[in-house]
């Protein structure tokens, strides 16, 4: 039986975590939650009052917190990675394959966890995302943990393999036919 921290879930005890997202807003929409999952204790990942991203993280009356230096809430896609180093209790900010922001974290010593619901844009206040959310993803680990960079990973997602058929020519957009298969010219 598997409980506690060794659960996997959007639940956060004292691991590092990392929280990534795919999204464009409406133009500028602000003071937005993109993730949400605290009480007394917990984290949250949102769009601030400038238009730049927030990361933060509260235990015990303790807050540590990032914005970006970079707005996010132009109407176009931006990818964004939140990521929380706690033995360096250190966090880091991400948009568009490059590291935007890094400053102070909590460390391993506290924990993140609660009996709050786990929100995606959007929260019980409000705070409601007018927009569109492509890719989500909560990890328990940073990126130094998945031996990756921030490059490698960008490189992956917006331009990897995958987005070839599997005769490495670049599929169109609508996904077109199979690759290798070919019409019947006739």
């Not at 328990?140 to 943990?145: E, F, I, N, Q």
Request: net charge negative; charged share 20%.
């Amino acid at each position: 039986t598997i409980s506690g921290a060794d659960l996997s879930s959007p639940q956060i005890h004292t691991s590092n975590f990392l929280i990534e997202a795919f999204f464009k807003t409406a133009p500028g929409q602000t003071d937005t939650v993109l993730v949400q999952k605290t009480d007394q204790t917990g984290y949250i990942l949102g769009i601030n009052s400038e238009g730049g991203m927030t990361v933060a993280a509260t235990s015990n009356s303790v807050t540590a917190w990032l914005s970006s230096r970079k707005a996010v809430n132009d109407g176009q896609w931006h990818h964004v990675i939140a990521e929380a180093d706690r033995k360096a209790k250190r966090f880091s900010i991400y948009i568009d394959g490059k590291q935007d922001a890094s400053g102070p974290g909590l460390g391993p010593d506290v924990s993140l966890a609660n009996d709050a619901d786990l929100y995606v844009a959007g929260a019980p206040n409000g705070r409601y995302l007018n927009g569109v959310i492509d890719f989500l993803r909560i990890a328990r680990g940073t990126l130094a943990d998945s031996k990756t960079t921030i490059e490698e990973l960008y490189a992956w997602e917006f331009n990897g393999p995958f987005l070839d058929d599997f005769t490495g020519r670049r599929r169109p957009a609508d996904g077109g036919c199979a690759g290798a298969i070919l019409e019947d010219p006739r």
